[in-house]
């Protein structure tokens, strides 16, 4: 009994059960109204009118609102085979449009209507923090750990933060992990499978793909290597001449609003923080994150840390936008601080096999 406790699954089960608890009292909260996950703003004119004649009146947050609202436009056509009914709602198209996993799924391939797809959307999530919990899970016992380390998934502020919003974080991420996993148990094949899928549900995971192939390399696995980058590459490649052709490219504003000069952002987001110590600590907390993470990743070479170590790198380039506030900063980073949490209690440490190399690690059965 006590072993079947500390399996990966019953810590994927325990982690949905949380989330599942915490989205219902949320919900009974907003008086069980589900499009209050759904991110709609009362300043989004267009993704809110195009919700209302779907559902009717919808939950409406203050100012823009966040990524569900345009996840749920996505999930009425994930293959853009009307772009003026649907793409074209949405502030930045293409940028939005290159997410195409999660509102493809949450909108079951295009079929669902708009009741259903407000419904999914949250239940997708709530599997996929499962299921990102159990590989998490599996992660940390070939790192030598207890597999209830995987609440480090399940607990990761930025992606509680994306079950609020609807966002296409947590599959992302769960894929991702679920690639790390695959890897120490040699399924290369599904590693790169997951990495794949990972990326087209959100694009910047594939700096997940180029940190995972770092590391295979400098272990000998050159050909998994090479397969890791150029699969998503080429998938997310393809997806996006798809989108070119299908969407008006002078269509919404300009596309990428997130990436800038180095510090720029973070600079810039210091007067705003004066006054919202929240903000101001996670922001600090960030750059301490920075170095913290990538001197645990050299001491120990684990594997779950060079495939995340892109996203500590990443900030140095976000906006404003981005770093202005813990809620988006935190998402942002999200892999790279359950992956810091694995390195910093469970490598280093008698049993630590997450510092070897696969060949020479035992298989987690």
């Known amino acids: ?47 809110t009118e195009y919700a209302e004649e779907r559902l009717g009146e919808v939950w409406l947050r203050a ?23 649907n793409a074209l ?79 296409a974080g947590i599959v992302a991420s769960a894929l991702a992990f679920g690639a790390v996993a695959a890897v120490l148990n040699k399924k290369h094949g599904m590693a790169i499978a997951l990495l794949t899928l990972s990326a087209l549900s959100r694009e910047v995971f594939l700096v997940a793909a180029f940190g ?28 996006a001449i798809y989108l070119r052709v299908r969407i008006d490219r002078d269509a919404g504003a300009s596309e990428v609003q997130e990436i800038g000069w180095p510090f720029g952002g973070f600079i810039q987001a210091i007067p705003d923080w004066m006054s919202e110590p929240l903000n101001l600590a996670a922001g600090l907390a960030i750059m301490v994150l920075f170095a913290a993470y990538v001197r645990r990743t050299l001491i120990s070479s684990a594997l779950v840390g060079w495939t995340f170590i892109g996203f500590v790198f990443l900030p140095l380039l976000f906006t404003k936008q981005v770093w202005a506030d813990y809620f988006d900063i935190t998402r942002a980073v999200a892999p790279a601080i359950t992956a810091f949490i694995l390195m910093m209690f469970l490598t280093g440490r008698s049993g630590d096999r997450g510092a070897l190399s696969v060949s020479k690690s035992d298989q987690l059965t």
């Open 1 to 47: 009994m006590r072993r079947a406790l500390g399996r990966p699954i019953t810590v994927g089960l325990v982690a949905t059960g949380i989330m599942t608890l915490l989205f219902i009292r949320v919900l009974f909260a907003t008086g069980s109204d589900p499009t209050v996950f759904t991110a709609f703003g009362n300043e989004a004119i267009s993704t």
């Open 63 to 85: 100012g823009q609102g966040h990524d569900g609202k345009y996840f749920f436009v996505q999930a009425h056509d994930p293959l853009i085979l009307h772009p003026a009914d």
């Open 89 to 167: 709602v949405l502030d930045r198209p293409l940028y939005r449009s290159q997410r195409m996993l999660y509102p493809l799924v949450a909108g079951g391939f295009g079929a669902f209507a708009s009741v259903t797809i407000v419904w999914s959307m949250v239940i997708v999530n709530l599997i996929a923090m499962g299921a990102g919990t159990y590989a998490t899970a599996r992660v940390a016992q070939h790192m030598g750990g207890s597999a209830w380390w995987g609440l480090a998934f399940t607990l990761n502020i930025g992606l509680i933060s994306e079950i609020n919003i609807s966002g």
């Open 212 to 239: 995972m192939a770092l590391w295979l390399w400098r272990d000998g696995e050159r050909r998994t290597a090479l397969g890791s980058v150029l699969t998503p590459v080429t998938a997310v490649g393809l997806w």
